[in-house]
């Protein structure tokens, strides 16, 4: 059974930074691409970023380039997102998820989340 979960995420002021894990069981992680992402209150799930199971090739939506940072640990089976410059609208759960996905219509092997706000 897949297990994913997220932790990390917290209130933090504009142009803070978080550092969010995802810890992953139940599968072999290190065979695995991941994604990471977020679901804003009353909107659907947007995807954020997404990394090869080597970690060699990453990939960022346009508004979090520059300013998050995807990476894992295959030898700690975690998968983790660097958070720089949050802005108000990076608020929102964020979820880590088996695979290259973005989670339309919440088809998915995910975790639980983790809240990130961004608010002064």
């Known amino acids: 059974e897949v297990q994913l979960v997220e932790s990390g995420g917290d209130l933090v002021q504009p142009g803070g930074s978080l550092r969010l894990s995802c810890a992953a069981s139940?599968?072999?992680?290190?065979?695995?691409?991941m994604s990471w992402v977020r679901q804003a209150p009353g909107k659907g799930f947007e995807l954020v970023s997404q990394i090869t199971a080597g970690g060699a090739i990453t990939y960022y939506v346009e508004s979090v380039k520059g300013r998050f940072t995807i990476s894992r640990d295959n030898a700690k089976n975690t998968v983790y997102l660097q958070l720089n410059s949050l802005k108000t609208e990076d608020t929102a759960m964020y979820y880590c998820?088996?695979?290259?996905?973005?989670?339309?219509?919440?088809?998915?092997?995910r975790g639980q989340g983790t809240q990130v706000t961004v608010s002064s």
């Open positions: 998820a088996k695979g290259f996905t973005d989670c339309t219509g919440g088809r998915c092997d």
């Open positions: 139940g599968f072999t992680f290190k065979g695995s691409a």
